[in-house]
Each structure stands twice: as C-alpha cells, then as structure tokens.
C-alpha cells in the first residue's frame, strides 16, 4: 500500500529552527510537495523536489532523499504566523497525490 | 484575481438529501479536482479531472458524482448525503502537462458540510 508518515504535532520557539520529516512509501515517485493549511483555510504550496538535494526558498528549505523515501522541511527564524500544519505530499506513478496526515506546528514565544 | 471559488461555504444538510457544490477557477487550469479533509487523516481524492469532457474516481468516490462541462466549472454532487460524508471539502486546479497533474495545487477555500 501507500503511506506518508509525518508527526502528527511539533512545538518550537519563535526564533528557533525547527525540521518537519516525512517518509513516504508509493508505488513510483514524480515528486514530493509540501504544503502549509493554517487552520480553517485552504493548504497553500510551498515547495517540489523531484531530484535529490536541498531547496532553499527564503526562510523555508525542503530536502529529498529518493533512496530513503525520506523528506524534511526546515523553517529558519520561525515566526508566530508560521503556526500552521505542514503537508507532505508525494505525486505516484499515476501523477495523483498521495498525502500525509499533516503536522500541526505550534510556536510558542 | 479569484483563482478557485467554492460554494457555498457552508452547508447542513439531513440524511438522503442531495445537493451541489460549486466549483470554478479562472486561470485556464486543464487538471481539477475534488478532496475531502477529516481529522487526523491526509486530503483524500474523490474525483478529478483533467480537461473539459473527461472524468475519472479517486481513491474515495462512492456516493459523489462530477461532470466538467467546461474548463471552469467542476461541481461536485452529493447524491443521498449520509453522515459519514460530513467533512470539509477542497476543489483544487492545476496546470496539467500532457493530461497528468503537475502537483502544484491552487485550492478554493473549502466547503464545510455537515450532515444530520
């Protein structure tokens, strides 16, 4: 079967680092996306790997491992706004997403 | 600059009832989509569709049904509600390559329906 596992909650400081993981196991991989859904709203893309290696977009870096079935996302300087869930999401063989269930990131000041 | 809208927001309806809802995007997206959210569980797939005239099921499509008359419009129909389906629900669009999804979502706002 197909499975996305990531944390279900993850608390950190304003200010602080924090790194959200996700592993997946689909039936082919044409991608893996993460997302951001603040609560009651839409989920909001943030990032696409396809080939191994890191993605830097300003505060947000995401990171793929194809061999390990293995992503995370890194959230530099973190701000209160960024309390939000993150969805990790990988494109299967059939171009359809496969998500996982979400973390919800909680900042504390 | 509307992107994705969904109506209505939303909705309460008792068990056997049927209704529509409305989904439509502006930015000429050949791939669009329908998904519902519950707790604790990842957005599942219901319908999706990758140009006007051509439907197909997701992972969850029973008691729902969809058309794409247009390249705007992709309402989703709920044929006999029943309280398993009370659920926040996504249309999302994107542009498609080749007739695949390309992956990066636009999303309306979410249709919250509850069901009696």
């Known amino acids: 079967g197909q499975n996305i596992d990531q944390p279900t909650e993850m608390t950190a400081t304003e200010g602080a680092i924090v790194q959200i993981n996700c592993t997946y196991q689909?039936?082919?991989?044409?991608?893996l996306f993460w997302y951001q859904q603040h609560a009651g709203e839409a989920p909001t893309f943030l990032s696409y790997?396809?080939l191994d290696g890191l993605e830097e977009k300003g505060r947000f870096s995401s990171f793929l491992s194809r061999s390990k079935g293995y992503s995370y996302l890194l959230l530099k300087e973190l701000q209160m706004k960024d309390s939000a869930s993150y969805l990790c999401?990988?494109?299967?063989?059939?171009?359809?997403?496969?998500w996982g269930a979400g973390t919800k990131l909680i900042i504390k000041p | 600059n509307a992107g994705v809208t969904q109506t209505p927001k939303f909705q309460v309806l008792k068990t056997g009832q049927s209704m529509t809802l409305q989904c439509a995007q502006d930015?000429?997206?050949?791939?669009m989509s329908w998904y519902r959210q519950d707790p604790g569980m990842g957005l599942r797939l219901i319908h999706y569709?990758?140009?006007?005239?051509?439907?197909d099921q997701g992972e969850v499509p029973n008691g729902y049904n969809v058309s794409r008359s247009t390249t705007e419009d992709f309402p989703l129909r709920l044929l006999s509600a029943a309280p398993s389906q009370t659920s926040v629900y996504f249309c999302?669009?994107?542009?498609?390559?080749?007739?695949?999804?390309?992956?990066?979502?636009?999303f309306g706002e979410g249709s919250r329906l509850t069901v009696l």
């Open positions: 689909t039936s082919g991989f044409n991608g």
């Open positions: 569709s990758v140009g006007a005239g051509i439907t």
């Open positions: 930015m000429n997206h050949e791939y």
């Open positions: 790997n396809v």
């Open positions: 999401a990988v494109t299967d063989s059939n171009y359809q997403l496969i």
């Open positions: 999302a669009s994107s542009y498609s390559n080749s007739g695949v999804n390309t992956g990066e979502l636009f």
